[in-house]
Nanobody, 121 residues
Framework: QVQLVESGGGLVQAGGSLRLSCAAS????????MGWYRQAPGKQRELVAG???????NYADSVEGRFTISRDNAKNTVALQMNSLKPEDTAVYYC???????????????WGQGTQVTVSS
């Protein structure tokens, strides 16, 4: 079993900051990519930021320059520092890890339970 546990969501005013954290635990052999997705009401889930085991990073255009993703490979954690938040950043944020549970097994996506981020205007 693999678990992803998120923390750090909440309510903040526009222009404020929040930091999301996610820890992966359980039967993990190796993690390829970790990232954050978000889903606003009535919209599809979208990638916010992703980071590979080699620290290659990509961001959604809408958050580039405001959000920073980081990862600790030794602890299997990923964080998302969100600055200059806007009302349109309001969504449920999900942690994702693409990993193998054993050597030779295929990569499988695992998800956290989601954490609400609400930005008031």
């Amino acid at each position: 079993q693999v678990q992803l546990v998120e923390s750090g969501g909440g309510l903040v005013q526009a222009g404020g900051s929040l930091r999301l954290s996610c820890a992966a635990s359980g039967s993990i052999f190796s993690i390829s990519t970790m990232g954050w997705y978000r889903q606003a009401p009535g919209k599809q889930r979208e990638l916010v930021a992703g980071i590979t085991s080699g620290d290659s990073i990509n961001y959604a255009d809408s958050v580039e320059g405001r959000f920073t993703i980081s990862r600790d490979n030794a602890k299997n954690t990923v964080a998302l520092q969100m600055n200059s938040l806007k009302p349109e950043d309001t969504a449920v944020y999900y942690c994702n890890a693409r990993l193998r549970t054993r050597w030779g097994r295929p990569l499988v996506d695992y998800w956290g339970q989601g954490t609400q981020v609400t930005v008031s205007s």
